[in-house]
């Protein structure tokens, strides 16, 4: 049994949530302080609309990357010992984020009146869409730097400029939710991160490829190919996931109050931050990981060993959630948020499913197994809206976690399902 212990302590995940842990920690204590202070200046309205705005801007920062930021992470990963082949793959990665953050920057600025009526339902918010036009080159340009450093493992430089930004976000956004409370909650939702890229080119000056000659160059077509499967599955993410979300959102305001949308937003808000302890070391370690992985033997070994550790935690720490549920909602929001109390069962029963699932979904990321990535994607952003849209009708705000339970139940028995033969398979 100790001897077991030792071997999971002593295990690459564990140590990549040791040392993410801090930076996690941080960014979980920044992001609460950030929650509450603009939970209780702009109540559940406000938090619906940060929400829809959020949702809205993870599709655009998927635009402005080019979707190709795990592609990144992959081929840098693959390629690291092959100078020549890694060059190619940077330069032309940089040459499409620039491109196409400058190109959708421009679309957000010449659009922001009609986007503003569409996503916050009033044309008053038009300058936040200007603002966000104006940030989007600089924060694509950081996170595919960031890609980088993740695909070569620098997990020192890439843990110290997480933290930066975490303290950055904090200082940015309280800062402008006292000055200007909404106004400024929506402003620092779409710019906070794109003033840390000044910061990473800083920790990265000195590195060998951060160079005008590795990262400007000629085009090579048979590179823009490969990234252009990862293209299609990020955008397809994009515009899925956060489009699924949108709806039911807005069907939650249309059929019952802005509120009851602030009561599943908050919920949404406290699953995002427990989840990034598991997204912070499936991006950083596990994704890298299967990347590198050229055997079926070692693949299921990986699955196998991650599913053993990251279980229990996940258990374990979601039903503590839920016994202190009363305290969190004190701890994170306001009073005001009591009602969301219904809905934590469903919600963290869904997180389970969903983080059981995410095990199998990263192997089709690492792997380019695009097609099958798109079509479930697809089925299961849908099914979502679907449901919801049943069980809201039926069962009130609720059915909105319950509807994302059973969605990610099914996800889960689909990734089972598809991934049967490398898992029952006997690789000895």
């Not at 599709?59 to 020549?84: M, P």
């Not at 421009?106 to 339902?121: A, E, N, R, T």
């Not at 599955?233 to 305001?253: D, E």
């Not at 701890?331 to 969301?340: G, S, V």
Request: proline share 1%.
């Amino acid at each position: 049994m100790i001897e077991k212990l030792k071997k999971v302590i002593s295990s690459d995940l564990v140590k990549v949530f040791s040392f993410t842990g801090l930076s996690t920690i941080i960014k979980l204590v920044t992001s609460y302080v950030s929650v509450k202070v603009v939970a209780a200046i702009i109540g559940p309205s406000g938090i619906a609309l940060i929400g829809q705005l959020q949702n809205f801007s993870s599709i655009f920062t998927t635009l402005g990357a080019g979707g190709i930021n795990n592609g990144v992470v992959k081929y840098v990963s693959e390629y690291k010992d092959n100078e020549t082949e890694l060059q190619k793959y940077i330069r032309n990665g940089f040459k499409i984020t620039v491109f196409l953050s400058f190109f959708f920057g421009l679309f957000l600025i010449v659009s922001s009146s009609y986007l503003s009526k569409w996503i916050l339902l009033d044309t008053q918010y038009n300058y936040v869409f200007i603002y966000f036009g104006v940030s989007l080159f600089l924060l694509s340009i950081n996170n595919y730097f960031l890609s980088i450093l993740n695909g070569f493992k620098e997990f020192k430089k890439f843990v110290v400029i997480n933290i930066i930004t975490s303290v950055v976000g904090l200082l940015f956004t309280v800062t402008l939710v006292l000055l200007f409370h909404l106004k400024g909650a929506l402003i620092a939702t779409v710019t906070y991160q794109s003033v840390i890229l000044f910061i990473t080119v800083f920790f990265l000056r000195k590195t060998p490829w951060f160079t005008s000659k590795v990262l400007w160059g000629k085009w090579n077509k048979d590179i823009i190919r490969k990234y252009l499967s990862y293209s299609f599955m990020a955008l397809v993410s994009a515009a899925t996931v956060p489009v699924s979300q949108l709806l039911v959102r807005g069907f939650l305001i249309k059929k019952y109050s802005m509120d009851s949308a602030g009561y599943w937003e908050g919920m949404n808000r406290i699953s995002g931050l427990y989840l990034l302890f598991v997204t912070t070391s499936f991006s950083v370690y596990y994704l890298p990981r299967l990347s590198e992985i050229k055997t079926e033997a070692l693949l299921k070994h990986e699955i196998i060993k991650t599913y053993k550790i990251i279980t229990p935690i996940i258990a374990g720490s979601l039903i503590l959630i839920f016994l202190l549920k009363n305290l969190v909602i004190n701890i994170l929001f306001t009073k005001e948020f009591y009602p969301m109390k219904d809905l934590f069962f469903w919600q963290l029963l869904g997180d389970f499913f969903k983080i059981m699932s995410w095990i199998l979904a990263f192997v089709m990321v690492a792997k380019s197994m695009f097609k099958i990535y798109i079509i479930t994607e697809i089925l299961f952003s849908t099914l979502f809206v679907g449901l919801s849209v049943l069980f809201i009708n039926n069962f009130g705000v609720i059915g909105a976690t319950q509807s994302y339970c059973l969605n990610y139940f099914l996800y889960f028995l689909v990734m089972l399902f598809l991934f049967r033969n490398l898992l029952l398979k006997n690789h000895s």
